[in-house]
Each structure stands twice: as C-alpha cells, then as structure tokens.
C-alpha cells in the first residue's frame, strides 16, 4: 500500500515546461476569479456576499468557462438554480487545486514529482485545462467536435489540447500501476528548486 507522500508520476518541467504550464494555469485562474465575489476575512461576511453574487451571466458569458461548468439540469430554470448554488464551491476547489500545481511547479528544479494525494489536483488541473483551451477550437457546446476554420486559425492550440491528454494519460497510468505495484518513484531522483 502506497503512503499519501509516496511519489506516483513526474511532469517534465525542463525546457520552459513548468513555466508554460503555469502561465496556463495563470490564464485559467484568472478567469475563474471573475466568478467570485470579493474575499472577506469574516466567514459571516463571505457567506452573505456568496448568497447576494450570481456568477451564472458572468460564466455563461466567458465561453471558456461555460465548458468547465456544464449544465447539471436539463431545465434553464433548474440549471440556472443549479448554478447560482455551486459555482462559488466548485470555483474555489478548482483554484485551490491549480494553486496546488502552480506551488508543486516552483518548489522544483527540471521534473517535477506528483505525489499520490497530489494526483487529483493535477488531473483537475490538467483536465480543466484542456477543456479551457478545446472551446478555442470547438466552441461551448459539451459534444462539440473541432472546427476546422477554427483549427486553421489557431493550428498550435490542436496540439496544446493533444499534450494536455497525453499528460492525463499519462499521470492515469502512473498513479494506476504505482497502485497496483505499491511501489513509487524514487525520491532522490529530484531536484528541490534553489
């Protein structure tokens, strides 16, 4: 049985990779705090201006987002109530999530080791944003296929989304044969950030 701190998968973060993925993860975060209203430090406080902002217009409206948070009801009514009660919740997740990645990112030099219970924030963090970048080339639809005017105009995103599956697939299968061996990566083979 694997430890919770044991190593299951290492993103290659050599060659400017760990500064591209957080510059996307940056871009990503900054459109989910438009969902939110102001911080406060009172949790009353919070609670009270989470209850009177309605992020569903500024969601729908950013046609990024509006794949990330899909309707869970068929109704517009009982979609848009959906929405108004779990947008805040589940933005704050996804931000505390990248936030996770983005301290992983720098606290390493080169590979960067993902540790058994950091796993799902990388693959929340990876999967939002291949889902972020897909709608520059399919729209907002949820079954949308690629367009191809739209895969002209930006042929580079096609294999941005193709990277972010392979690493998904990739930390997938890690995690899973790492499970299923009860063996981890080894610790020594990484390099602490200076």
Not at 56 to 67: F, G, H, P
Not at 71 to 98: G, L, N, Y
Not at 110 to 124: I, N
Request: net charge negative.
């Amino acid at each position: 049985m694997l430890d919770p701190h044991d190593i299951i998968w290492a993103y290659d973060g050599r060659d400017g990779r760990a500064d591209g993925l957080e510059a996307m993860i940056g871009i990503y975060v900054q459109n989910l705090e438009t969902l939110l209203p102001p911080e406060s430090d009172d949790p009353f406080e919070q609670i009270v201006a989470d209850l009177a902002d309605d992020p569903t217009n500024r969601m729908l409206s950013n046609s990024r987002l509006v794949r990330l948070f899909p309707p869970a009801r068929t109704d517009d009514k009982a979609a848009d109530e959906f929405w108004r009660d779990s947008i805040h919740s589940q933005t704050r997740a996804r931000i505390t999530s990248a936030n996770a990645v983005v301290t992983a990112l720098n606290a390493w030099d080169g590979y960067v080791p993902v540790e058994l219970q950091q796993a799902d924030d990388w693959v929340k963090t990876l999967g939002a944003l291949r889902l972020f970048w897909y709608t520059e080339l399919a729209g907002t639809d949820r079954l949308a296929e690629i367009d191809p005017d739209l895969l002209a105009r930006n042929p580079g995103v096609e294999d941005l989304i193709e990277w972010m599956g392979y690493l998904l697939e990739d930390l997938l299968e890690s995690r899973s044969t790492c499970l299923r061996l009860a063996a981890s990566l080894d610790p020594s083979d990484f390099e602490p950030a200076e």
